[in-house]
C-alpha cells in the first residue's frame, strides 16, 4: 500500500509539478501535535515542524477554532477595504515586538516579507540621495528566493544559475564585525541580517557582528532590518530572537510560524523606518487576508496563554543536556541555536545520513549542509517527546556511525 501510494505519487509529481524538490521518500496524510501519519498508517514524531512553521504543533485547535469561525464570517476584501482581524494582529504584533509606535505590511511569506521590507529601505534611502540604494548582507544568510531576496541572500550558489543578479547588494562574511562597518557607507539603505542564520546551518551571530550592524546604520543612516522570518514566533524563547540582544532593529520581518502553517509574512518597522512608505508604494492582494490573520492572532493568544515561551527555554536545555550524555563515540561535535532552533554539528560529514536513518526510526529532523542536522520541535513539545526523539537520534547516529566509522 504505501508503496504503491507512493510510486502513483511520484509518478503524479512526475507528470505535472516543476522540477524544483527532488522525489520526497514519505508522503504523510495526517498530523496532529508533535505527531505526523504516513500513507501506511506509520507514525512520526515530528522535530522539524514544516520547517519552523507549525509551532504550535499540527492542527492545534485554537488555530483551526479561528480559521473556521472567519471562513464562515468573511475570507477576502482586499486591500481596497479594511479588515478587522487584520487591524487587530498588526496591534498583537507591535505589542509582541515591544514597539508602541511599530507599524505592518502584511505579506504571504518569508520572501514576500523581505521584499517590503527591501522597498521600504530603498525608499527610506531614495529620500536622503539618489544613490542611496545599496544593502549590506552576510555570507550564508538565507532571505527567500524571489528575484530580490535571492540577490539578498549569501548564498553564492543559489544565484548561479539565475546570473546576472542586479548589483545593489554587498556581501560581508557573518563574523567579521570590521568587514560589516566598512561594507556600509553613505550609499547603503539597509543592512539586512538574521539573529541566527537559519538555512545558513542554525548559526548564532556573535553580538559584536550586531552591534556593528547597529553602529554603522545609525551612522550612514541606513536601515537594520533583522529577518525574523525563522527566528520569530517564540522560536529562540522570546517572541524575536532580537529581543534576547542588545540591539534594536529598525525594521523586522516575520513569516513561518506566524499563522501555525498557512501563509502569511509581515514587515514590522518602528521610528523612522514607519514614514518611508506613502500610498501606491507597495501593495498586495491577498495581504492582511482575515483567515490568516485571525489564525496569527490565534497562535498569538495560545502562546501567551499556554506560556510556550517558557516552555522553549525549558525544552532547549533539556534537549542540550540529553545530547551531552550522548556517547562521545557518536560524534556529535556540539549544539548551536537558540531556543528550539538548535543545530546538532557533526564532526563527520553525515548529516544526510542522519536525517535518514532517523525517518527510518520515524523521527523527523532536517540535514543542513554535510555537518548540521536542524532540531525545530513544535513550542509545545513534552519533555517525554524530547526523551523519545534525542533515543532515537542516539539510534540513528550509532547506525551511521558505524557505517561510517571515519571523521571528517
Ligand atoms: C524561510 C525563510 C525565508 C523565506 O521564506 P518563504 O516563506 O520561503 O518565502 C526568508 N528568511 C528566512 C530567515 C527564512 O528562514
Redo the contacts with the bound molecule.
Sequence with gaps: MNETTLAAAHAKQDAHLLDTYGSPPVMFVRGKGTVLTDTTGQEYLDFLSG?AVTSLGHGHPAVTAAVSAQMRTLVHTSNLFLTEPMLDLADDLAWIAGWDDGKVFFAQ???TA?EAALKLARRHGLAQSPDKIRVVTLSGS????TMVTLEATGQPEKHERFLPMAGWVDTVPYDDPAALEAAVTDQTCAVLL?CVQ??GGVRPLSPEMLAAARRACDEHGALLII?E??TGMGRTGTWFAFQQTAVEPDVITV??ALANGLPI?ACIARGQATKAFQPGDHATTFGGNPVTAAAARAVIRTITEEDLLTNVTAREAQLRGLVGTLDPALGVAGVRGRGLLLGLDLEAPTAKAVEIACRERFLVVGAIGDHTIRLAPPLNVSDVEVRTAITILGDALAAVAAVTPERA
Excluded at 142 to 145: A, I, K, L, M, N
Design positions: 520547517l511569506c518569508g520572501a523581505n538565507f532571505h527567500g528566493r538574521e537559519g538555512e529577518d522570518v525563522q513569516a513561518k509574512g
